[in-house]
């Protein structure tokens, strides 16, 4: 069931409320951004997620084809603390334009909350976002 979570980046310059179902799962991939910024995304629809505060503020980096052939991604952050709050993506079969909120970022989940969420693992290093690697333990 969705549920509006309340999130911000550290320095609280970025605040936003997003629409999610964490029993949906929380993502760990292993592609080289989610590898690198230790990223754990929700995905949730394009609709589903409000800046709050701190729009105008944001930065967006968006990744090049060879990272993300299948469709386009921006990753938005706060530029004076470096967070990666969400990332903003297109993929036809996921009915076009989605966000992949950074669980890390949300302020009123509950560790219950997080605990209880399964995990679902991402090759992204191989682009197969639809299979768990071989080798899990490192996420």
Known sequence: MKKTYHGSCHCGAV???ADLDLAEGIRKCN???CWKLGYRKSFTAYQA???T???DRMRDYKASPSNWPEGD???YMCPNCG???FSRGYLDFMGGNFWAVNVACLDDVSEEELASAPIIYEDGK???QDQAPEITGYL
């Open 83 to 85: 967070a990666n709050v």
């Open 53 to 55: 505060e701190g729009s």
């Open 49 to 51: 997620l409000r800046v």
């Open 15 to 17: 605040h936003f409320q």
């Open 31 to 33: 592609c080289s951004f």
């Open 126 to 128: 191989r682009n197969r």
């Open 73 to 75: 991604i921006n990753h």
